[in-house]
C-alpha cells in the first residue's frame, strides 16, 4: 500500500516551486487532482521540448491528475467547493491573496470543510509590505544575501545554479504539510501552512548571518573557498577540478604526505587552521602545482585512501549516470504521454516499508477532467455543456 493513499489533494500550482511539493505527495500515493487553466500550466510551455511537449512540465507534474477550469467563473468555483468537501489538503503558490480574490481562498474552502489543510507558497507571505509583490528565484536569491554570498571575490554576484528558491520552498512546505496533516490525525483540525521563498532562503543562510548578528562581520562571497577551514576549496587537475576538504590537522598531516611539491607541513605559514585560511591562495597555488599531472581519478584515489574528503567536479552527464544513483533508484524511465520514453530523476526519500511509486507519468492537459466529473455526478452532456462554455 502507497504511504499516502486515500490522502486527496487539490493542487492549484503552477510553475515550479508548488508542483515540487506536489510531486512527492503524488509519489507516496496521494490522490493529487491538478486544477489547471484553460490553456494550462504556464509550465506547459516551457522547455526543454521533445515532440513538442515540455520536459519540464513532465518533471514536476508525474503522478497527478489533470483537470481544465475557469476558476473566475461562478460554476467553476462550485466545482472546486464540490471537490474540496471530500479532500484533505489544498495547495496554492499563487501570488498570496490571489486564491482569495477569486472568493476561493481558506476562509471560503474552511467554510465547506473545517478541517482541510490549506498550504500556500508565495515569495513574500500574506503579511507585510512586500506581501502583494510576486517573486521569482533570481530575485529571492538576491534578496535573501544568497546571491551575494555565491561567486568570487573579483566578480559579480552569482545565482546558484539550480532553482534552489523553488525547489527548496517547495520541500518545506512539503514538511509544513505533513507536520499540519499529522496534527490533524491526532486532533481532526486542519489549519492554514504558510511558507514563503524569501524565509525558506533566509533559512539557508544561517551561518553568515550567525557571523553578523554575533561578530558584526558581514561575510561575501569568496568562491569555492570555506570561511572556517583551509584547505577547502576546487582545484585544477590534468583534466578537470576536484573539490577537497581537509577539516582539521590530523587530516592536514595526511593530507601533506601525498603532495608532490615543498614540505608544506612544517611550513609556519601553514601550521595550523587559521594559518592556512590567511594564507589560503597561496596554499592553493602549491596544491594545484601538486596535482598539475594528477587526472581527476587519480587525485580522488589517492585522497579517499587515506579518508580526505574528495570528488571530482562532474557534469550534469557524468552526475546522471552515476551508477551509485541507479542503484538507488535515482534514475527512473517513463514512457510520457507527451515526451514518450524519458528518463527522469526519481525520489530521494526511500522509506523501506512504502517505497514512493515513481513511474506514473504526468498528465496530458485535461486528461482527467471528465473522468473526475462524472465521478462527481455530472453527466456527459453536462460535462460537454461545461466545456462549450468554457467553464472547463
Not at 16 to 45: H, M, Q, W
Not at 99 to 124: C, H, R, T, V
Not at 126 to 143: H, I, P, R, T
Not at 356 to 379: R, V
Amino acid at each position: 500500500m502507497n504511504l499516502l493513499e486515500g490522502v486527496k489533494v487539490i493542487d492549484f500550482t503552477h510553475a515550479y516551486a508548488g508542483p515540487f511539493c506536489t510531486l512527492n505527495l503524488a509519489d507516496f500515493g496521494a490522490e493529487v487532482i491538478k486544477i489547471e487553466r484553460i490553456e494550462g500550466d504556464v509550465s506547459r510551455g516551457w522547455g526543454p521540448f521533445k515532440n513538442n511537449y515540455s520536459g519540464y512540465y513532465s518533471s514536476f507534474n508525474r503522478g497527478k491528475k489533470s483537470i481544465t477550469l475557469n476558476i473566475k467563473s461562478e460554476e467553476g468555483k462550485k466545482i472546486i467547493f464540490d471537490l474540496v468537501k471530500d479532500a484533505d489538503i489544498v495547495c496554492s503558490n499563487f501570488k498570496a491573496g490571489t486564491l482569495e480574490n477569486y472568493g476561493i481562498g481558506y476562509e471560503q474552502m474552511k467554510e465547506i470543510k473545517p478541517d482541510i489543510i490549506y498550504a500556500s507558497i508565495s515569495g513574500f507571505g500574506d503579511s507585510g509590505v512586500l506581501s502583494k509583490f510576486a517573486a521569482y528565484d533570481n530575485v529571492v536569491q538576491a534578496m535573501s544575501g544568497i546571491m551575494d554570498l555565491t561567486g568570487f571575490p573579483e566578480g559579480d554576484p552569482t545565482k546558484i545554479g539550480p532553482a534552489i528558491g523553488d525547489s527548496y520552498t517547495g520541500l518545506m512546505l512539503l514538511l509544513g504539510i505533513t507536520t499540519a496533516y499529522y496534527n490533524k490525525l491526532e486532533t481532526g483540525k486542519g489549519q492554514k501552512v504558510e511558507v514563503t521563498m524569501l524565509g525558506s532562503l533566509i533559512q539557508m543562510a544561517t551561518n553568515p548571518i550567525l557571523e553578523y548578528t554575533a561578530f558584526g562581520k558581514i561575510i561575501s562571497r569568496m568562491g569555492n573557498m570555506n570561511a572556517h577551514y583551509a584547505p577547502c576549496d576546487v582545484y585544477k587537475v590534468k583534466d578537470g577540478y576536484v573539490s577537497i576538504a581537509v577539516k582539521n590537522d590530523k587530516m592536514w598531516k595526511e593530507f601533506c604526505n601525498v603532495l608532490n611539491g615543498p614540505d608544506i607541513h612544517s611550513d609556519q605559514k601553514f601550521k595550523d587552521n587559521e594559518a592556512r585560511i590567511k594564507n589560503n591562495l597561496e596554499l592553493k597555488e602549491i596544491i594545484e602545482d601538486s596535482f598539475t599531472e594528477k587526472t581527476r581519478n587519480e587525485v580522488v584515489e589517492k585522497l579517499e585512501k587515506i579518508g580526505i574528503p574528495v570528488a571530482s567536479v562532474q557534469n550534469i552527464q557524468e552526475a546522471f549516470e552515476n551508477p551509485h544513483l541507479k542503484a538507488r533508484d535515482m534514475i527512473i524511465e517513463l514512457n510520457d504521454p507527451g515526451l514518450g520514453k524519458i528518463k527522469l530523476v526519481g525520489n530521494p526519500i526511500k522509506l523501506s516499508e512504502n517505497p514512493p511509486a515513481i513511474k506514473i507519468s504526468s498528465p496530458l492537459l485535461g486528461e482527467h477532467t471528465e473522468d473526475i466529473l462524472t465521478k462527481m455526478g455530472f453527466t456527459v452532456e453536462e460535462v460537454q455543456n461545461l466545456r462549450s462554455k468554457k467553464v472547463v
